[in-house]
C-alpha cells in the first residue's frame, strides 16, 4: 500500500460532506482525502436518517479509491469503527465505556455518540471509490434522536473537532494498514472485542421481517450472526438491531 497521507480539508458549513465527497469522486478525486464541515445542514445515516448537525461536533467523510470488489471495501466500516472507538478513548479515559454497535453505530455509556456511513462508486480512471463518513457527536447530542443519545463532553473531557479528526484519521490509516496486509480477520477481532450486545439476546428489524435470537458473532465477511430462538442461525447483512432495555 502506498505510503501517502491523507489530505484534510475544512469548510465552515456544508449541506453532507458525504454528498461533497461524492460529487468530488464522481469528478474524479481518488484522494486519499478527508473534508470536514464545522456545521452540517443536510447530513444523513443509513437508510436516510437526519444526522444532527449540531455545531462543535465532527462532521467528516474520508475518500479513498481501491482495486477491489465493494464487498471487500465494505470491511473498512469496522475500521473506520474502530477508528471511532480511538477517538472516544481519548476523551473518556476508558476504553470500557465505549461499545461498538453493529452494524455502524459507536455507544458511549450505552448510549448512541457516533455513526458511519459508507457509500461507494466506480471511479472515474477505474477503480472503486468509498467515501467514509463519520458522525461523533464531540459537545452536544440530539435530544429528539430515535434512540438514546450522548455526546463525549458528558463524559470525559472536551475535544475540539480538529484534534478528533487528527485522532480519527490516525487509528483509521492503522486499522486500514492491518487490512491492506492481513485482510479482514484482525479487524474482525478487535471489534469485536468491543462488541455491543455480544451473547445477549437482540431482535434484528429486516426489510421484510423481524428476526429473534443471540448475537453470537460475526461472518467472515462481517455479517450478524443470529442465534434464532428456534434453533439454527441465520447471518444478518443488513438491517437494524435492537437490544431490549439497552436502545
Known amino acids: 500500500m502506498p505510503d501517502i497521507q491523507p489530505r484534510i480539508e475544512w469548510v465552515e458549513e456544508t449541506g453532507s460532506t458525504n454528498a461533497d465527497i461524492r460529487d468530488r469522486a464522481a469528478a474524479g478525486e481518488r484522494g486519499p482525502l478527508w473534508l470536514a464541515a464545522r456545521r452540517q445542514t443536510a447530513g444523513r445515516g443509513r437508510r436516510g436518517r437526519v444526522w444532527s448537525g449540531h455545531g ?19 470491511e473498512l466500516s469496522f475500521a473506520a469503527a474502530l477508528a471511532v472507538a480511538a477517538v472516544c478513548d481519548s476523551a473518556t479515559r476508558d476504553p470500557a465505556l465505549t461499545r461498538l454497535k453493529w452494524p455502524n453505530d459507536a455507544l458511549v455509556g450505552g448510549r448512541k455518540v457516533a455513526g458511519i456511513l459508507l457509500e461507494s462508486g ?14 461523533i457527536n464531540l ?11 450522548t455526546a463525549l463532553a458528558r463524559h470525559g473531557r472536551s475535544l475540539a473537532p480538529e484534534d478528533a479528526l487528527v485522532t480519527l484519521i490516525t487509528a483509521f490509516e492503522r486499522e486500514r494498514e492491518d487490512w491492506h496486509l492481513g485482510g479482514f480477520g484482525p479487524i474482525r477481532d478487535r471489534w469485536l472485542t468491543r462488541a455491543h450486545g455480544l451473547g445477549q439476546r437482540c431482535e434484528a428489524r429486516l426489510e421484510n421481517e423481524t428476526v429473534s435470537g443471540t448475537f453470537a458473532d460475526l461472518g467472515p465477511d462481517g455479517a450478524l450472526r443470529l442465534d ?16 431490549p432495555d439497552r436502545g
Open 56 to 74: 462543535g461536533n465532527l462532521f467528516a467523510t474520508g475518500l479513498y479509491t481501491f482495486q477491489c470488489e465493494p464487498a471487500r471495501a465494505a
Open 122 to 135: 466506480a471511479a472515474p480512471g477505474g477503480g472503486l471509490w468509498l467515501a467514509i463518513g463519520i458522525g
Open 139 to 149: 459537545a452536544e447530542a440530539p435530544d429528539d434522536a430515535e434512540r438514546p443519545a
Open 228 to 243: 434464532l430462538v428456534g434453533g439454527g442461525r441465520r447471518y444478518i447483512s443488513a438491517g437494524d438491531v435492537f437490544f
